[in-house]
């Protein structure tokens, strides 16, 4: 379970995040909406300890993590699989490399021909084992987010943070991977927090959806409350409309 | 005046400038030193990755040796004929190649290689850092629980320390035969005198105290692609902006190290 309290973050002369309180109960997968621009990349990279918060709590299963030094934060990460928005696969290694990599650092027991099984494994999973040899380089947009899952995967994490998972892809290829973040929760029972402004896609993965506006949470419902809402706000994300409470920025 | 702006209120604001560049310059070499002490801490608890720093020695060494080599023949060349045309008639023709082997040994040889591998290097240092920084590579490494200061900076300047000494015997070794080249065909040096300077003149300190400039001129081409790499920010342009700062910040600060080197090299240890 993870209790964020208070979380304050200014980033230059802007406030993005002011005093969100969240919750993310054991097991679900919660998604994170919100227009661009508020904080929601930012939430993520403070839960796994990327970005320091000017004030308030972060607890990960009961332990602080606001605070923890670069090297007493990596026990804590290894707990956590992250996808990041573009992927950010080390592009000067392959993909099967990119997979491995956090098993060669982490479990340095693993002979190579287990750390071999485990990559083609995770690369089934998102289905590209044929891929294992590529440059991250050649590969699409909706290839390259597979990847990303995969590395995320990779050491059997018990949390997965997703950063705009579908954004920038073909609506087929953005189903493809809702369809594996499903998958993988079914499968693995990990507890996952998504961070989008892919209404479908939250409502095809979410047990739970918050809405994110001004660095606070403005909304909490399940994919079905999320529906037949009438909150202002939500109602506006929902339908796309530049007219109602949230300004454009 | 009519606009009321004073030749000193302009010098004043020149002064200023100037200070708070040089304040800027000397934050930074700070920050990079801070960064480089975490790099070495974080390897002293558990050393990097001898493929990762083999695979770094091969990119600053190996694949500069080209350009050591053409840099090199050529500032021999030079040197001979630049030597030639102020001793001739002054002093014996032997005299030539010492005045060559010293020069280039103490001075020319450590110092244009570090500039030219500054460049190169310390370009493609900070041009790769720093697109992993913007494309978040950096942060994805860090998620994974692994080190960037042990995976990506320590090998990089390791690599750097052990590898500019060895391009700098190498650059003596071809600016002197570079020297012997145009002393022999276009200076009309006899081979023998040529070679009997250099014996004569070859003195282990002075080898020794270009190698040790080259140890800490490595150091610093290293650390300042390293650092400009990792505090890119904003783009392509910033990661622009990260290659210039790293050639310059690294040649500057090899012209004034080797300044300080030379002083406490020649006047306390070597002297």
């Known amino acids: ?249 | 005046m009519a606009s009321g702006v004073t030749p000193d209120d302009i010098a004043l604001k020149g002064v200023r400038y100037a200070s708070g560049r040089l304040g800027d310059s000397l934050a930074g070499v700070g920050r990079a030193a801070t960064m480089m002490l975490e790099a070495t801490q974080v390897s002293l608890r558990r050393p990097p990755s001898v493929r990762l720093i083999a695979q770094q020695m091969g990119a600053i060494g190996v694949d500069s040796l080209w350009l050591v080599i053409v840099v090199s023949l050529f500032t021999g060349a030079v040197a001979a004929v630049q030597a030639a045309y102020q001793l001739t008639s002054v002093v014996p023709l032997k005299y030539l190649s010492g005045v060559i082997l010293r020069s280039v040994v103490i001075e020319l040889g450590p110092v244009l290689t570090a500039l030219v591998i500054g460049g190169r290097v310390g370009a493609s240092m900070a041009a790769e850092l720093g697109t992993m920084k913007v494309t978040e590579q950096i942060d994805a490494l860090r998620a994974m629980g692994i080190s960037p200061m042990r995976h990506l900076v320590a090998p990089r300047v390791l690599a750097a320390i052990i590898m500019l000494p060895v391009l700098t015997i190498y650059a003596d070794a071809i600016a002197i035969f570079g020297g012997y080249v145009v002393a022999v065909v276009v200076v009309n040096v006899p081979s023998p005198i040529y070679l009997q300077g250099l014996r004569e003149f070859f003195e282990m300190k002075d080898l020794l105290s270009g190698l040790v400039k080259a140890v800490f001129f490595g150091s610093i081409i290293g650390m300042m692609g390293c650092y400009h790499g990792f505090e890119t920010e904003g783009g392509a342009e910033g990661v622009g902006r990260a290659t210039t700062m790293a050639v310059v910040s690294s040649c500057v600060l090899i012209l004034i190290l080797d300044y300080i080197l030379a002083s406490v090299l020649f006047r306390i240890i070597f002297a």
Do not use: C
């Open chain 1, 1 to 249: 379970m993870i209790e964020i309290r208070g979380l304050a973050k200014r980033l230059g002369r802007r406030q993005v995040l002011q005093g969100l309180d969240l919750d993310v109960r054991a097991g679900e997968t919660l998604v994170v909406l919100g227009p661009s621009g508020t904080g929601k990349s930012v939430l993520l990279k403070h839960i796994i300890g990327l970005m320091k918060p000017d004030a308030g709590s972060i607890r990960i299963d009961g332990e602080e993590i606001v605070g923890l030094s670069e090297e007493q934060l990596n026990p804590v990460r290894r707990r956590f699989g992250m996808l990041f928005q573009g992927a950010a696969l080390l592009d000067s290694l392959t993909v099967g490399e990119n997979v491995a990599l956090a098993m060669q650092e982490h479990a340095r027991g693993l002979d190579e021909a287990e750390v071999r099984r485990r990559v083609i494994e995770r690369l089934e999973w998102v289905g590209l084992q044929a891929a294992a040899a590529l440059k991250p380089a050649s590969l699409s947009g909706g290839m390259r987010k597979r990847v990303g899952l995969a590395r995320a995967l990779a050491m059997d994490p018990e949390y997965v943070l997703y950063d705009e998972p579908t954004t920038g892809l073909d609506p087929i290829t953005a189903d493809v991977i809702n369809q594996l973040i499903r998958g993988m929760q079914k499968q693995l029972h990990v507890t996952s927090v998504v961070v989008t402004h892919d209404i479908k896609s939250a409502y095809t993965v979410a047990d739970r959806i918050v809405l994110l506006y001004q660095g606070r949470v403005m909304f909490d419902g399940t994919p079905e409350e999320t529906r037949r809402t009438d909150d202002a706000m939500m109602r506006q994300f929902i339908e796309g409309s530049s007219q109602g409470p949230i300004q454009p920025v």
